[in-house]
C-alpha cells in the first residue's frame, strides 16, 4: 500500500515514542478539523457502499494506545456517518477461560472481516504480547515469537484480500493524567473508569518500551502502522479519517455488473404483466451464461 502519510511507520524503523510528538504538528481550530471529519465521513459512506457492494477486498482497522488515548472516541467520531450492516467492531480484553484454552491468535481469527465489510479491533492481537510481557506472564523470547507469527498471520492475510491498517494513538503521560481527573471529577464520566486503569499507571515505561518493540517489528507494507499525536482529539480524528479516506480510493473498487439488464423497465399498472414477463425473460438469460 503506497500510503504517504506522515505518520506512517517504515518496515524495520527504529522507535522512541519519548521524541515522537503527541501533540498535532500543525494548528487546527476545532472549527475546521469537525468540518474536515464530516467531509471524510461522507466520502467514506460512498467508499463503503462500493466496498460492500463490491465483496471482493474486507479492510480491518486496528486501534491501540493506552487507557484514555480515544479508541472509543475514535469510532464513534468518523465511523458514525457508514453503513452499519458493513461494519463490525470488537473489542478484546482478558482472554477468557477458553479464549486462554486456544493459540493466543484464535480469538481475533473468528472476528476477522469478510471481503465487503470493514472489521475494528478496539485493542487487538497485539494485547497478547503487551500485557502477559509486561506483567511477566510471558518471556522475551515467547513475546518476539508472537511477533513473528503476527506478522505471518497478517501477511496470509493480506494476500487474500484483507487490507489492514493499524493505528497506535500516541498519548503523552500528562494527557492521560487529565482525562483521569476529568473522569474521576464528572460523575457522568466515571462509569468508563475501572481499577485497572490506576494500576496500569506504574507500568507506562514499560508500555512504551514494548510499543517500540511491536511498531518496530510489525509496520510492514501491506500491514502499516501509524503513530497518530492523540492529545488533540481533533487531530486525530482528522489524521486517521485522511488515511483511511485515501486507502480506500487507492483500492479503485468498482460496483458489480448487474445480474440482467434493467434499462427500459417500466414498473406501472398499466405495463406490469409485460414488465414481469420481460424480467423473467431476462433473469433467465442472465443465470444461462
Avoid at 79 to 97: A, L, R
Wanted: aromatic content about 8%; glycine content about 4%; proline content about 6%.
Amino acid at each position: 500500500m503506497k500510503l504517504k502519510s506522515p505518520h506512517r511507520v517504515h518496515h524495520h524503523a527504529r522507535i522512541k515514542l519519548a521524541k515522537i510528538p503527541t501533540k498535532p504538528p500543525s494548528a487546527l481550530s476545532e472549527d475546521d478539523a469537525d468540518a474536515l471529519v464530516k467531509k471524510h465521513r461522507e466520502q467514506l459512506a460512498a467508499l463503503q457502499e462500493v466496498l460492500y457492494a463490491s465483496q471482493s477486498k474486507a479492510v480491518l482497522i486496528v486501534l491501540q494506545g493506552m487507557d484514555t488515548a480515544g479508541k472509543d472516541g475514535t469510532i464513534r467520531h468518523i465511523f458514525s456517518g457508514i453503513n452499519p450492516q458493513g461494519c463490525d467492531v470488537s473489542s478484546f480484553k482478558t482472554p477468557t477461560p477458553i479464549e486462554s484454552r486456544h493459540d493466543f491468535l484464535w480469538r481475533c481469527q473468528k472476528r476477522l472481516p469478510a471481503c465487503g465489510m470493514i472489521g475494528i479491533f478496539n485493542r487487538s492481537h497485539y494485547e497478547d504480547v503487551l500485557v502477559p510481557r509486561i506483567h511477566g506472564k510471558i518471556t522475551e523470547k515467547t513475546a518476539r515469537r508472537r511477533l513473528r507469527e503476527i506478522n505471518a498471520w497478517e501477511s496470509t492475510l493480506a494476500a487474500n484480500g484483507t487490507i489492514i491498517l493499524k493505528f497506535y494513538l500516541h498519548l503523552s503521560h500528562a494527557e492521560q493524567t487529565r482525562r483521569l481527573q476529568s473522569r474521576i471529577d464528572t460523575p457522568d464520566k466515571r462509569w468508563k473508569l475501572s481499577p485497572a486503569d490506576f494500576a496500569e499507571r506504574p507500568f507506562w515505561p514499560k508500555y512504551m518500551d514494548a510499543y517500540e518493540q511491536i511498531l518496530h517489528h510489525t509496520s510492514q507494507r501491506k500491514a502499516p502502522w501509524f503513530i497518530i499525536p492523540s492529545d488533540d482529539k481533533s487531530y486525530r480524528n482528522v489524521a486517521i479519517s485522511t488515511i483511511l479516506v485515501e486507502a480506500l480510493r487507492e483500492l479503485k473498487l468498482q460496483y458489480p455488473a448487474p445480474t440482467f439488464n434493467p434499462r427500459g423497465l417500466n414498473l406501472s399498472k398499466q405495463d406490469a404483466a409485460a414488465t414481469s414477463k420481460k424480467v423473467a425473460t431476462r433473469v433467465a438469460k442472465a443465470t444461462t451464461k
